[in-house]
Structures are given as structure tokens and as C-alpha cells.
């Protein structure tokens, strides 16, 4: 019986890059151009909407090419808020991790940063690691190891790494062959040098995440996934503002942070903001340490909505 009589069963395959009514996509070990199957494009004005790049999607074999058949349910994805409609936009979908790098030195460590970054990374579903960059401009880690400690602490992960020494750089290659991962981080950490050393050629276009915040160049070009020797994928995702924030509420921005949570059934109001309300059980665990200061300070720069300002 010919092969081509029998229906065809679907497979699943991963969307690489968009293309117009279709997708480039990873199927059985290599990279084919699919189209979306007529349905998947009803009532669809601008069909970046359905699918997204880092998609899995099922596809069939037909006598005319490769047909995108379905879109299985995402697990993350990171997303861009439009400025001025707000409409989130899926720039990633299935984003396994961020690393978001903050060097040590030149330019000068950022830490005001984090907490955000670690916002935008638990609302999308992935996971933010911490990439302490350019150990070697620095003599005296203690005040960066402090730092590594209280994130670590909150369970997030840090990583120390200097392209100059070799310092960590295994440590992130083995993270980033397993499952889709982006770069991120302010212009000048070292993300491209990086890059560089874990896969020679690669030339990506690295995330820009300007330190005042959300104000950046914004770049257009569409997002691509990229095959990372010995397995996994890195997405390569334009925009500083894909980590930015929308305007949280007050008690959505307290749930990030999880270790308030522990200490909030001590406050007298239960709806307190930990803000100016007596009686305070986050600012009492400030007071007695059972709380970093410096996670309490970043709470207040997103409440109060402070812009991460040239320091
Ligand atoms: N000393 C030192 N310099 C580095 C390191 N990584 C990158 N650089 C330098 O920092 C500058 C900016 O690096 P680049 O990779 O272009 O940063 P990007 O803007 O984040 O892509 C370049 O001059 C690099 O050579 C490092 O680990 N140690
Ligand atoms: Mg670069
Ligand atoms: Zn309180």
C-alpha cells in the first residue's frame, strides 16, 4: 500500500522561526519549512498570535509538505507588554530559563535589578538564573558572594563566571543543553563574549536590559531558536522591555516575594500592604533580620514604581 494512502499520524515538533502562514520547525532531527493548516489561521488577522517561536506543535507528513496540524498547551513563555495598549505579546513560548547576567564590574554591579527580573521570570513560568559576570576586574568578592547568598538563599540560582578565566562557564553550558534558554542582561555584561565561548559562530542578537528601566532601544526583529551543541536551544529574542513589568498591584507584587509570606498573618490588617500600616509583620521581620533589607527595599522600589536609575 502506498505510504501516502494511509492517514497520516502527527507528530510533535518544535516551531524555530516564523514565517509567513507557517513555521520553520524541528521535526525528526531536522529543520523543515510547515505551513498552518487552514483552520489554525480562521479569524486570525496577524497569525504571530496562534503560534509562537519555541511552540510545540503537531505536524503531519502530507503529499504537499509538512502541515502544522495543532498547538499543544504552553508551559511559559515570555512575553512582551505593548507600551501604550498593554497587549501582551508571546516573543518565546516554552521558555525553559533566563539567565540574566549582571557583571561585577564595568559596568558597575546592578543588584536593583534582580528582583524584577525574578518577577518576570516566576509570571512567565521559567526560571531566572543569576550570572555574576567578570570575577576577574574583582579582588574582593565578599560583598557579590552576600548578594549570591541572599538570592541563593530564596532559591534561585547564581552562578560566578568570567569568559577570561573560564570561571563557571561549564556550569552554564550544562544548564543551557537541556531545554530552550534566552540571555539577557544590561549592554556591556559580557553576554555575546559568553556566547562566544560556549559555541564559537553563534551570533546572537542578546536581550538589552537598559537599568533605567523599560526605557531602552527597542529592536523589532522577530525571535529565533538556535540548536545549542550537545542539546538544547537558545532563543535569541529582541526588546528591553521583554522583562519589564506591567503596573502590578500592590499585594500582586508582595506574592512574589515569598519570603514575606511567612511573616504577613502577623500583620494587624489583613490586607496589609506592608507599607505604613502599625503593627507589621514584614516590617517587623525586617527590623529582626528575619527579612533581608535588601529584598524589603526592592518590594518598595516596585511598589512606589521607582525607575532603576543611573546609579
Ligand atoms: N575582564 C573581562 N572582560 C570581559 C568578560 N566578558 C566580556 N568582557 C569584555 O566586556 C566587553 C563587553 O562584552 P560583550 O560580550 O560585548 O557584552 P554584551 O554587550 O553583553 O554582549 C568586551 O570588551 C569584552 O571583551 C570577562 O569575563 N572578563
Ligand atoms: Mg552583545
Ligand atoms: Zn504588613
Redesign the pocket.
Known amino acids: 500500500m502506498n505510504a501516502a494512502a494511509t492517514k497520516p499520524a502527527n507528530i510533535e515538533a518544535l516551531v524555530l522561526r516564523l514565517r509567513h502562514r507557517g513555521a520553520v520547525v524541528f521535526v525528526d532531527g531536522a529543520e523543515v519549512e510547515a505551513t498552518l493548516r487552514g483552520r489554525l489561521l480562521q479569524g486570525e488577522h496577524d497569525f504571530t498570535s496562534r503560534i509562537a517561536v519555541g511552540e510545540r506543535v503537531a505536524v503531519a507528513h502530507k503529499p504537499e509538505g509538512w502541515v502544522i496540524e495543532g498547538v499543544l498547551p504552553r508551559r511559559s513563555a515570555l512575553s512582551r507588554t505593548r507600551r501604550v495598549t498593554h497587549q501582551e505579546q508571546v516573543l518565546v513560548a516554552n521558555l525553559d530559563r533566563a539567565f540574566f547576567m549582571l557583571s561585577l564590574a564595568q559596568p558597575d554591579f546592578r543588584p536593583h535589578l534582580i528582583d524584577r527580573l525574578l518577577i518576570a521570570a516566576d509570571r512567565g513560568g521559567f526560571e531566572g538564573v543569576l550570572l555574576f559576570?567578570?570575577t576577574?576586574?574583582v579582588t574582593d568578592r565578599s560583598a557579590f558572594e552576600d548578594w549570591a547568598q541572599l538570592y541563593r538563599g530564596l532559591g534561585v540560582k547564581v552562578i560566578f563566571v568570567?569568559?577570561?578565566t573560564g570561571e563557571g562557564v561549564e556550569a552554564v553550558r550544562v544548564m543551557m543543553q537541556a531545554g530552550v534558554s534566552v540571555v539577557a542582561?544590561q549592554?556591556?555584561?559580557?553576554?555575546?563574549?559568553?556566547l562566544n565561548a560556549l559555541q564559537p559562530g553563534l551570533g546572537l542578537v542578546?536581550a538589552e536590559i537598559s537599568p533605567k528601566w523599560g526605557k531602552g532601544r527597542h529592536t523589532t526583529t522577530a525571535s529565533s531558536l538556535h540548536a545549542f551543541v550537545g542539546g538544547g536551544w537558545l532563543a535569541d529574542t529582541p526588546g528591553v522591555r521583554s522583562f519589564s513589568l506591567p503596573r502590578l498591584e500592590t499585594h500582586e507584587v508582595s506574592a512574589y516575594f515569598s519570603e514575606f509570606l511567612r511573616f504577613a498573618p502577623n500583620c494587624r490588617f489583613a490586607a496589609c500592604t506592608h507599607l505604613h500600616e502599625p503593627d507589621c509583620g514584614v516590617k517587623t521581620a525586617v527590623e529582626d533580620g528575619g527579612i533581608d533589607e535588601r529584598r524589603y527595599e526592592g518590594y518598595l522600589r516596585i511598589v512606589e514604581g521607582v525607575e532603576e536609575e543611573q546609579e
Not at 187 to 194: R, Y
Request: charged residues 20%; aromatic residues 0%; hydrophobic residues 25%.
Open positions: 559576570t567578570k576577574d576586574l568570567s569568559t577570561a542582561g549592554s556591556g555584561v559580557g553576554k555575546s563574549t559568553l542578546t
